[in-house]
């Protein structure tokens, strides 16, 4: 495994810190399939389109999505597959049933 330098240890914890809220993740969560517009994360998750604006700003800054305009609307994707398997990992660790020798 590599070992990770002083700034790149900064920037996974951010990355983590930034996840760590329910809505932002929702919202990175909707945008892991295809292109999807900001009305349609914010009927998908329940929330207003200007939440959801507001958690796409901090989730591009971080380079966890992207954008792309079509028109007068602008779609958005996971910025690569690295998150889409990180999720896609977390997931699946949240799913699994606790061993009998898990300590909590």
Known sequence: MITPNDSQITVI????????????????????????AVGDIAKGIGVSPSLVSHHLRLLRAARLVRGER???????????????????????????????????
């Open 13 to 36: 914890a951010e990355t983590y810190r930034l996840l760590g809220d329910p809505t932002r993740l929702r919202v990175l969560l909707a945008c892991l399939g295809e292109p999807i």
């Open 70 to 104: 079509r028109n007068k609307q602008v779609f958005y994707q996971a910025a690569d597959e690295h998150i889409a398997h990180m999720l896609a990992d977390m997931i699946e660790h949240a799913c699994e049933e606790p061993g009998e020798d898990a300590e909590l």
